[in-house]
Structures are given as structure tokens and as C-alpha cells.
């Protein structure tokens, strides 16, 4: 559940990003200080990058390789993600009484 809630704050966070050639991870420009920029390449992340590197870390496929089944199931997390997460804000306006915006 940690890789789907990884991706879905990079799914609200497009612009560009350096990916570890290694690991496949993307860390921002801060992360990154005094460290060997060899090691990364820089790739402009919008949601079908985002959807596409979680693809390949879930199924081992690229998200135009994977079948209807594995891209609904795909979806599925993030949309219960995304869904656990506004009920849990949801919660906290009511404990707290104040409006919560989420983007």
C-alpha cells in the first residue's frame, strides 16, 4: 500500500523529476544535492508516466503491455487510496469543525 500512496502524491505533483537509473525511483531536484547526476535521468512526469512506472513496478509490464484485468486493478488502488483518503479527512472536519481542503 506504500507504492500505491507514493504514487498517488506524484500523480497530484507533475513537473520534472530525476529517476534513478538503478532503482527506477523519482526523487525532485532537493533530494538530490551533492549527490553523482550521472546516477539519474531527467524525465517530465505527468499521469501517464506515473501510471506507467507503477505498472512496471506492480505487473513488470509497461501500462500499454498490461491486460484490462491488471489496468482495472490498477486503477482500483489509486481510486481506494484516494477514497480512504478523503474519508479520513472527511473525519477530521467533523472532529475538529473546520472545512479541510484536499487537492
Not at 502524491?9 to 547526476?37: I, M, P, R
Amino acid at each position: 500500500m506504500n507504492l500505491i500512496k507514493n504514487y498517488s502524491e506524484q500523480l497530484e505533483t507533475e513537473g520534472t523529476f530525476l529517476k534513478d537509473k538503478k532503482s527506477g525511483e523519482l526523487k525532485s531536484l532537493n533530494d538530490v544535492v551533492g549527490e553523482d547526476l550521472n546516477k539519474y535521468e531527467v524525465i517530465k512526469v505527468d499521469k501517464s508516466v506515473v501510471l506507467n512506472d507503477a505498472a512496471q513496478k506492480l505487473f513488470g509490464k509497461d501500462l500499454e503491455k498490461i491486460n484490462g484485468k491488471d489496468y482495472y486493478n490498477l486503477l482500483k488502488m489509486f481510486l481506494a487510496f484516494r477514497s480512504s483518503l478523503k474519508q479520513k479527512v472527511y473525519q477530521q472536519e467533523k472532529k475538529i469543525g473546520v472545512k479541510i481542503e484536499v487537492r
